[in-house]
């Protein structure tokens, strides 16, 4: 059992830097595939603060979703500890992005791409480490619970690509538009 998870362990610290380069990718296919709506859904449509939550959330489910299905056989994996455990680690690096980014701004009156790549990376650490813990330590839900909630946060992105609310997490500040319609 403990072989087990420092397996799983070295693999979910190793995935860190797999996620970041992956997401910091995102960041740019909307435009590489000529703003392909499709592509939109998943990857920043602006620069708004909202649209760069969305750099992690393909990463991460690849990555928690491809480790599950070619290491669970030879790990004998908890599905229900390790499909919340994928919720927690999105969530947090969903939260952390926002509060990271509007704590520094705010505190400091600046913005740096070099900051923001930074609050990227810490996003997907404390995420990733977040979900370690869950996995080692709590129970977790019914995985299809876990997958019901993430497809409903899919769903809620692509929404508000292309209906979101007038707030300012969402208005890209270098156009003053929000979503793909830039209304």
Not at 124 to 143: D, E, S, V
């Amino acid at each position: 059992m403990l072989k087990k998870i420092a397996n799983e362990e070295k693999y979910i610290l190793f995935s860190i830097l797999i996620i970041f380069v992956l997401g910091s990718l995102m960041h740019f296919i909307y435009d590489f595939t000529n703003q392909n709506i499709i592509v939109g859904l998943f990857a920043p449509v602006n620069e708004s603060v909202w649209e760069h939550t969305k750099l992690g959330i393909v990463p991460l489910a690849l990555w928690w979703g491809l480790f599950y299905i070619f290491k669970n056989k030879k790990c004998n994996m908890d599905k229900n500890k390790w499909f919340t455990s994928f919720l927690i680690s999105l969530f947090t690096s969903i939260i952390t992005i926002p509060m990271f980014f509007y704590f520094y701004t705010g505190a400091f009156g600046i913005e740096n791409v070099f900051i923001d790549i930074l609050i990227f990376f810490l996003s997907i650490l404390l995420g990733q480490i977040l979900g370690l813990h869950f996995y080692k330590y709590a129970k977790g839900i019914n995985y299809k619970i876990s997958i019901l909630i993430f497809l409903f946060i899919l769903i809620t992105y692509g929404i508000f690509t292309f209906y979101p609310p007038k707030l300012p997490i969402f208005k890209d500040a270098s156009t003053e538009t929000y979503g793909v319609n830039k209304t």
